[in-house]
T-cell receptor, first 117, second 114 residues
């Protein structure tokens, strides 16, 4: 399968600071990437769809000014959690969409665990 | 009612057992069905991908889709302790413009014991 990396894997920050998470598609170009959030023992919740060269599409209830997404190249999307608060502590996972073999499949990164103190 | 229902478990089985994991769904528009495996503190890993109804086999894994019943299954034969993980079903419908959104089940936690 395709390889997607995320950096950092884990981050601890103080309340009120901003945190940037990178998602890289290592072996294919991804015009579309997705950002998910996962709370303990819960499923993945889609936050936004990131399209290269255009504005991200946010899901209902997700604040676009708080979760800034930039997809500046075909292999890199970034999620910035601005003015983070303890309730933003979660596991953030990105995925890249590939259209190989006449189907669309999402491959996921290893996730970034964010803890806001 | 959630669009996708999945028993969270945990499901404990002895090594070598056949494991059956299931999801039901309500949206008849779903066409693509996937199973992901997620180890603790890791991202999901794609295991099986099925389009429409039918069976698909890959090694010890078999995926079944019954669209008439809105029911999908993943079978694991000769289960191993390394299969211990959370298994997430996911599905999507055809969207114009591409970029299929996935709708996930909550995941079933599986423990394969020695």
């Amino acid at each position: 399968g395709a390889v997607v990396s995320q950096h950092p894997s884990r981050v601890i920050c103080k309340s009120g600071t901003s945190v940037k998470i990178e998602c890289r598609s290592l072996d294919f170009q991804a015009t579309t990437m997705f950002w998910y959030r996962q709370f303990p023992k819960q499923s993945l919740m889609l936050m936004a769809t990131s399209n290269e060269g255009s504005k991200a599409t946010y899901e209902q209830g997700v604040e676009k000014d708080k979760f800034l997404i930039n997809h500046a190249s075909l292999t890199l999307s970034t999620l910035t959690v601005t003015s983070a608060h303890p309730e933003d502590s979660s596991f953030y996972i990105c995925s890249s969409l590939t259209s190989g073999d006449a189907r669309e499949t999402q491959y996921f990164g290893p996730g970034t665990r964010l803890l806001v103190l | 009612q959630k669009e996708v229902e999945q028993d969270p478990g945990p499901l404990s089985v002895p090594e070598g057992a056949i494991v059956s994991l299931n999801c039901t769904y309500s949206n008849s528009a779903f066409q693509y069905f996937m199973w992901y495996r997620q180890y603790s503190r890791k991202g999901p890993e794609l295991l099986m991908y099925t389009y429409s109804s039918g069976n698909k086999e890959d090694g010890r894994f078999t995926a079944q889709v019954d669209k008439s019943s809105k029911y999908i299954s993943l079978f694991i034969r000769d289960s191993q302790p390394s299969d211990s993980a959370t298994y997430l079903c996911a599905m999507s419908s055809i969207l114009t413009g591409g970029g299929n959104k996935l709708t996930f089940g909550t995941g079933t936690q599986l423990k394969v014991e020695l």
